[in-house]
């Protein structure tokens, strides 16, 4: 396989650069790329990105509160409402006050919920497959890095390959 160089080179005007090589166009291209495969894929139950991310976080740390889900999904409060809202509708997740602290909702996976992550989460690992075929793993490794730099830990506080990060001080409300 023919591997070619990708040089970023610094200009003098601002007007003078290859698209093709600018990072938040690949970004952008390469996000319709996963949107594409992932609406063409037949196990998701119907389920967006943003959906199984939500899922993705309460099957793997159930009871989780709407800001702390958000954090773990690297979605936003208003979206993640909304996610759960949906979810609810559907019976993959129940909402409850939190027995503790009332102002908090938890957020916990029901059966059908379960259900519904492990045949999407399947489906989700082939899409993932597919959207990187053509990379070595290497350069798969070396992608996930430099993507999770670009992220920032503050949005997306998952180290690679180590699992969830901390608990959060759960001192936040919904």
């Not at 894929?41 to 800001?67: C, I, K, R």
């Not at 773990?72 to 993959?92: E, K, N, P, W, Y």
């Not at 489906?123 to 793993?137: D, F, P, T, V």
């Amino acid at each position: 396989m023919r591997r070619e160089k990708l040089i970023v080179v610094n200009t003098r005007e601002p007007n003078d650069f290859e698209l093709g090589q600018m990072v938040g166009h690949l970004i952008r291209v390469s996000q319709q790329v996963h949107a594409s495969l992932w609406s063409s894929a037949f196990g998701m139950n119907g389920l967006t990105s943003p959906q199984f991310a939500v899922l993705h976080a309460l099957a793997h740390e159930d009871g989780l509160d709407q800001t702390t889900l958000g954090e773990r999904s690297s979605l936003d409060r208003t979206t993640v409402a909304q996610i759960v809202t949906r979810l609810a509708r559907h019976g993959f997740v129940v909402r409850e006050r939190d027995e503790l602290d009332g102002r908090r909702n938890v957020v916990n996976l029901t059966s059908a919920g379960r259900s519904a992550y492990t045949k999407a989460s399947h489906e989700a690992y082939a899409i993932n497959e597919k959207l990187l075929e053509r990379i070595s793993q290497d350069d798969r490794m070396v992608l996930v890095r430099v993507l999770s730099e670009i992220i920032g830990s503050d949005r997306y506080p998952v180290a690679v390959g180590n699992g969830p990060a901390g608990q959060g001080d759960g001192a936040r409300t919904d």
